[in-house]
């Protein structure tokens, strides 16, 4: 876990500020943003109103990069603390997003299609991953693009990053769907899925059950116990249904707020 914190911070778009009173931490902030984009993500924790004003201030003082510049922060559905400081600053609820899990003995299997070849990772396939992950992930609401390079410092660059974790479906030539997971460096015996996607022309027939099923059962037979996920709950794709289809249940909701910075 800590070495993911550290890698977070080590990134050129990443600001961070703390707030502290009588020497003590009570909230602390960083700001991110796209190079190739427009939109701001701020994640912002306080144990008081005053902190968490304060630190929103910072995190809108950075030069705006475009005029229509829009900043989002998301909240858990718990935090009393942040929602009134984010209303007051003129922030407006957005969407939601789960996080959901399911214990790895109660998932649904689920065969591959015939039709699917599934391939590991390698470096070649690096530019097919990155595209389809931003073609499936360019419907949400919102979405935030990220160029090859900057998806290769995330993912591959991440000290999360297990390539015998990432599984491609190939149909001959073409990447139909991706399923790139990691073990949950905050908890033990679990595994977490970052990327599930599947390309328009291979939805609906079953691709996308069938790679979380391959992927829990790996996760299985490693001697992980849990796997989560995380998901719009708007998602256009019907994506929220396939999880419950497979034994995923909602874990905790995530209130996600916007502003146009002018």
């Not at 410092?153 to 149909?171: R, Y």
């Not at 908890?187 to 790679?211: E, I, K, T």
Request: one cysteine or more; proline letters at 5%; a negative charge.
């Amino acid at each position: 876990m800590e070495d993911e914190v550290q890698s977070w911070f080590r990134h050129d778009q990443i600001d961070a500020f703390v707030a502290e009173r009588d020497g003590a931490l009570v909230g602390y902030g960083d700001r991110w943003c796209s190079k190739d984009s427009d939109r701001l993500q701020y994640e912002l924790h306080a144990r008081e109103e005053a902190a968490g004003a304060a630190l929103l201030r910072e995190l809108e003082a950075a030069p705006v990069i475009a005029p229509d510049a829009r900043a989002r922060v998301g909240i858990s559905e718990r935090d009393t603390v942040l929602r009134p400081v984010l209303e007051k600053a003129g922030y407006a609820l957005v969407q939601h997003s789960f996080r959901m899990g399911v214990e790895l003995e109660d998932s649904v299997p689920a065969d591959l299609p015939e039709w699917i070849e599934l391939r590991g990772y390698a470096p070649e396939h690096e530019a097919a991953i990155h595209a389809t992950h931003q073609e499936a992930f360019a419907e949400r609401v919102d979405p935030t693009p990220l160029s090859l390079d900057e998806w290769r410092s995330w993912f591959v660059g991440s000290p999360g990053f297990d390539p015998t974790l990432w599984f491609l479906a190939w149909e001959g030539a073409q990447l139909a769907g991706i399923s790139l997971c990691q073990a949950d460096a905050s908890r033990d015996a679990h595994g977490h899925v970052n990327v599930l996607a599947v390309r328009r022309p291979w939805r609906r027939r079953g691709l996308g059950a069938a790679l979380l099923s391959h992927s829990f059962a790996e996760m299985k037979r490693r001697g992980m116990t849990r796997a989560t996920l995380g998901v719009d709950a708007d998602n256009p794709t019907g994506a929220l249904q396939l999880y419950e289809r497979v034994g995923m249940h909602v874990e905790r909701r995530q209130d996600v707020y916007a502003k146009e910075l002018r």
